[in-house]
């Protein structure tokens, strides 16, 4: 859909309208701090298979 960030934000969005207050755990294993996660996966190929995101991620997730 082209909705590009970090991984965290994705997770804070679930938690948001799954579990509004509930606790996430970041930084519970030490990693390297100058690596960020990012959501940005390539979605090419599936375009070129006639593919088109008709879905926003926040929706997608209510409909869980």
């Avoid at 590009?4 to 990693?31: M, S, V, Y």
């Avoid at 690596?35 to 991620?57: I, Q, S, Y």
Wanted: charged share 40%; net charge positive; proline share 3%.
């Amino acid at each position: 859909s082209g909705d590009i960030r970090k991984l965290k934000e994705f997770l804070e969005t679930e938690r948001d309208i799954i579990r509004p207050g509930g606790k996430l755990w970041f930084g519970a294993r030490k990693t390297d701090e100058r690596r960020t996660f990012w959501l940005e996966p390539d979605t090419e190929r599936l375009a070129g298979l006639g593919f088109r995101c008709e879905t926003a991620f926040e929706d997608g997730i209510r409909r869980l």
